[in-house]
């Protein structure tokens, strides 16, 4: 299969300006003539091989984030939007990547601008209240506004992850158990340990953090580490949130606790570190999990976060998705782009993952792109702690495309030479491009139907 040709124009004039260089200048450097970096500058042409190794050695750029995913997912996004039935028409493939391309900020808003219309349409039974009062505004989900804001940052924080980084190096070879509640001593807090239910109560008056001693250690050594990241980075915290520019105080909040979740796990994984282990062991989630005292989720996750400029490690793919097959948490440094709305393609082994309690699932699977992937899958539970106390359960699925297979333990003894070994998946019902889907809910929406009282498939139309 070959390799897609890379558009990066909007990248390309961002080095050029950072740089300080004229088109002329830029193009005598990088090998080539004036008009062939106009065209690529204006997604006209693919960026060259020439292009790429000339931006390695004269620059020292690192050439991966030319085809890191913020054009993608914004392809994806736009493409669900359009999907919507108020739109008559839908752009082609190659109009959407010019517009993501070419016009971030203006795809952006439009899916600002198709977000707020859902909620509008969704909350018509509250809207003529919400209008009636002064100063009233259309404004996204404080939950949705932070998916997004990690979403588009590659689910990296440069600044966090390296404060993390550097507090980790500060603890040594100590417990960081121990290390974390002796910095917090230092602020004037005493951790207690004590058989209560909430996971972590902060009480500012009295200077005491408890912590569940009904939670696994990795939790209690999460959630100190979390307390930890409250008290002594507040201004990295609150300089990051100030230039995310959150339209309400409630998703600042949310931010705020996504960060300090973000820190704990950085600490509790330093970058460098965990990007050595996983190498090594090749990112065998069990050992990773018993070498850094961490749950496998919490492995997991933390390996889709690798993405430090010159840094970076494998791009994988994170979703945690609830037993109605409800998406809770998602990111993906690969082209595989998650839906925004509803569920995810119910072939995919994450939901199978439920019925095979405490084991990994594998799949190969391919996109409707072409793009083929390797899928591991497994469920979580996490018991309240007591006798009647609710079990919370979900699963997880983390991936990467097959070219990483050699660096990936789940990928030995799979079959991924034969065309056969891989499941066809997609997005999610109403913008795959499958015509002869089984389980298929709802018919795409940007295809028309053919329905006849005489033949019956499997589905009751047939897609055009």
């Not at 992850?161 to 602020?187: I, N, S, V, Y």
């Not at 902060?202 to 912590?211: I, K, P, Y």
């Not at 996504?258 to 994984?269: C, H, P, Q, R």
């Not at 809910?441 to 009751?460: A, F, K, M």
Request: include cysteine; charge should be neutral.
């Amino acid at each position: 299969m070959p390799a897609p040709k890379l558009y990066a124009g909007a990248k390309l004039r961002d080095l050029r300006t950072r740089l300080g260089l004229t088109q002329k200048d830029f193009a005598a450097k990088l090998g080539v003539s004036l008009p062939y970096l106009n065209q690529m500058e204006n997604n006209n042409r693919p960026v060259s091989t020439t292009v790429v190794l000339g931006l390695a050695q004269e620059f020292g750029f690192d050439v991966t984030e030319l085809g890191s995913g913020e054009s993608e997912r914004m392809v994806t996004d736009m493409r669900e939007a359009l999907a919507d039935p108020v739109f008559n028409e839908t752009p082609g493939m190659a109009d959407l990547r010019l517009a993501a391309s070419n016009a971030p900020a203006l795809a952006r808003a439009f899916l600002e601008l198709h977000r707020a219309y859902r909620q509008t349409h969704e909350r018509l039974a509250s809207l003529d209240e919400a209008l009636g009062r002064d100063g009233a505004q259309l404004q996204p989900s404080p939950w949705e506004e932070v998916r997004d804001f990690f979403h588009y940052c590659d689910n990296y924080i440069d600044a966090v992850d390296r404060a993390a980084e550097r507090t980790a190096q500060g603890f040594g070879d100590r417990d960081p158990m121990a290390a974390a509640t002796e910095r917090l001593a230092h602020h004037g807090i005493t951790v207690r340990v004590e058989r209560t239910a909430p996971l972590r109560v902060f009480d500012e008056a009295r200077g005491t953090l408890t912590l569940s001693a009904l939670s696994p250690p990795e939790t209690r050594r999460f959630q100190l580490l979390v307390q930890l990241a409250l008290v002594t980075q507040a201004p990295l915290l609150g300089a990051t949130l100030d230039l995310a520019r959150f339209q309400t105080d409630e998703a600042r909040q949310i931010a705020l606790l996504g960060l300090a979740n973000y820190f704990a796990g950085a600490v509790a994984m330093p970058y460098a570190a965990f990007l050595d282990a996983a190498r090594e062991t090749r990112h065998d989630l069990e050992l990773l999990a018993a070498r850094f005292g961490a749950s496998i989720e919490q492995v997991a996750h933390r390996l889709s976060t690798l993405q430090r400029p010159g840094a970076k490690g494998i791009p994988f793919f994170f979703v945690r998705v609830d037993q109605a097959g409800t998406i809770t948490k998602r990111h993906s440094a690969t082209r595989l782009q998650f839906a925004r709305y509803g569920g995810a393609c119910p072939l995919w082994n994450v939901h199978r993952a439920f019925e095979t309690p405490g084991r990994f699932l594998r799949q190969a699977a391919e996109t409707p792109d072409g793009v083929r992937y390797i899928s591991l899958a497994r469920d979580v539970s996490k018991p309240g702690g007591h006798f009647g106390a609710p079990v919370r359960r979900y699963a997880f699925a983390l991936g990467c495309e097959t070219r990483h297979a050699a660096q990936i333990v789940y990928a030995d003894g799979l079959d991924l030479q034969s065309d056969r070994a891989f499941e066809p998946i997609g997005i999610s019902c109403r913008i795959c491009e499958r015509t002869a889907c089984h389980q298929r809910s709802v018919p795409p929406l940007e295809r028309r139907l053919s329905v006849t009282t005489d033949r019956r498939d499997v589905l009751p139309y047939r897609i055009e």
